[in-house]
């Protein structure tokens, strides 16, 4: 099996033909170009966080404290970063976090089916999530082999949850990740200063306005009056007071591996195993939700610790290069996720724009495990890492 770094070779031998990657090489460039490419609306939904954005910056920060220890002669000229996790076979840890506006982020307002095409195409796993611009049966569709897991916002009406859950497990989703942090709205200046909501307006509300539990309640259908349909959605969006006592009610809705989201504490994790979960997703959005928090990184350990060999541990939030995947799988993350990234991609080259992402920032994992003598997944300890 080629190694993800052989990437390189690749552009380079393109470099002997005349050949320049048309498409960012660093985080920094991506993100320039991508704020060139969306709206003034649409980026400050994707590029902005809660408050100052210190906690999302410091996401990013945090995880220069650890620094890889290199190895040496520990005979890594071939790794491998295939796993086995949430019963499915991975071809690396990484994967593609739920992203609510990413339809919006494609020119033709499709983006969730361009991520799912790009999943494919990079045997990546994608999670979809609630707030999509086209149902949740044609993004499993789009997915093909590649693994797809269905992320859950609850909404207040609980037969409409079970509906979400019956309708991804019939179309082929591999398990369901519930969002616990966003039970309300973050305080979000950029967004504020807008004034823009896109989900308000109506977008990215297809798995709402195509459920028959959603529609039966509306008093006229969302194409004859989408306003109505949006404000139904936004005031049914949550159930603000969901609480521990709800999760026997959520785990009886599916068979299929359960996790929670946004899980950065270890008596949560605990409870949550209590609650029958099959795995705790560590994030704290990308700093979107709550600023003023910890580093998503410096909360993993803890985590990883209390989940212990109960359940697998996934993770997300400040993960912009290859050597962030491989510091998190070495703080214990069974598979490590992306938001921003991967939007910016799109954004910037559709569906072949993700594609380069995920191939970026595995090749640099890959050759960062390469150069330092890690030759799989299970040599990356938290021996592994200085902790300044
Ligand atoms: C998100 N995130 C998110 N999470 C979720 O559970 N459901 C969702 O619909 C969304 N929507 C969403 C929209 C946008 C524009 C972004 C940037 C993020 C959070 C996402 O899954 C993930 O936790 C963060 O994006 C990870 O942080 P980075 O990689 O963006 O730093």
């Known amino acids: 099996m080629p190694n993800f770094g052989d ?17 960012p090489m660093t985080f920094a460039e991506l993100e320039a170009r991508a704020a060139k490419c ?24 945090a995880f220069d404290r650890y620094g890889l220890v290199p190895r040496m002669l520990a005979g890594a000229a071939e790794r491998d970063l295939s796993t086995e996790l949430l019963g499915v076979s991975w071809s690396s840890p990484l994967m593609l976090a739920p992203v609510g506006v990413i339809g919006l982020c494609a020119q033709d307002g499709h983006g969730d ?34 693994p797809g897991f269905f992320q859950l916002y609850t909404p207040a009406d609980r037969e409409l949850a079970a509906s979400f859950v019956r309708r991804a497990e019939a179309a082929g989703f591999k398990g369901i990740v519930v969002t616990l942090d966003t039970q309300i709205l973050g ?6 200063s807008m004034a823009s909501f ?25 194409e004859e009056d989408p306003r109505a349909a949006a404000l139904a959605w936004a005031l049914g969006f949550s159930d603000p007071g969901l609480s521990w006592d709800d999760l026997a009610w959520l785990r009886s809705l599916t068979d299929l591996p359960l996790l929670l989201k946004g ?11 209590d609650g029958g979960i099959d795995g705790i997703y ?32 996934i993770f997300d939030s400040g993960v912009r290069g290859g050597e962030h995947i491989v510091k998190a799988i070495a ?3 069974s598979a490590v996720g992306i938001g921003r990234p991967y939007a910016y991609g799109l954004a910037v080259g559709g569906e072949a724009g993700i594609v380069h992402v995920i191939r970026s920032l595995l090749a640099e994992a890959d050759l960062l495990m390469a150069v330092d003598g890690y030759a799989s997944l299970a040599d990356l300890t938290p021996d592994a890492l200085l902790v300044r």
């Open 331 to 333: 703080l214990g993350a």
């Open 113 to 146: 089916l361009a991520t799912a095409r790009a999943a494919a195409a990079t045997g990546t796993p994608m999670i979809a999530s609630t707030l999509s611009a086209d149902p949740l049966e044609d993004v499993a569709a789009a997915l093909g082999d590649a």
């Open 198 to 222: 896109p989900q308000l307006q109506g977008k990215c509300l297809a798995n709402y306005f195509s459920d028959e539990v959603f529609r039966a309640k509306l008093e006229k259908p969302p």
């Open 263 to 273: 899980i950065c504490h270890p008596e949560d994790v605990r409870r949550a195993i």
């Open 187 to 192: 305080w979000r200046p950029r967004d504020l």
């Open 7 to 23: 990437f390189q070779l690749e552009i380079y031998l393109g470099g002997l033909a005349g050949v320049r990657p048309a498409l």
């Open 282 to 313: 560590c994030s704290n959005h990308g700093g979107r939700q709550a600023n003023g928090g910890a580093a998503a990184i410096d909360m993993l350990g803890p985590v990883v610790e209390a989940a212990g060999d109960a359940v697998p541990v």
């Open 38 to 61: 969306l709206s003034p609306e649409i980026l400050s939904y994707v590029a902005g966080g809660a408050g100052n954005e210190a906690t999302q910056d410091v996401n990013v920060a």
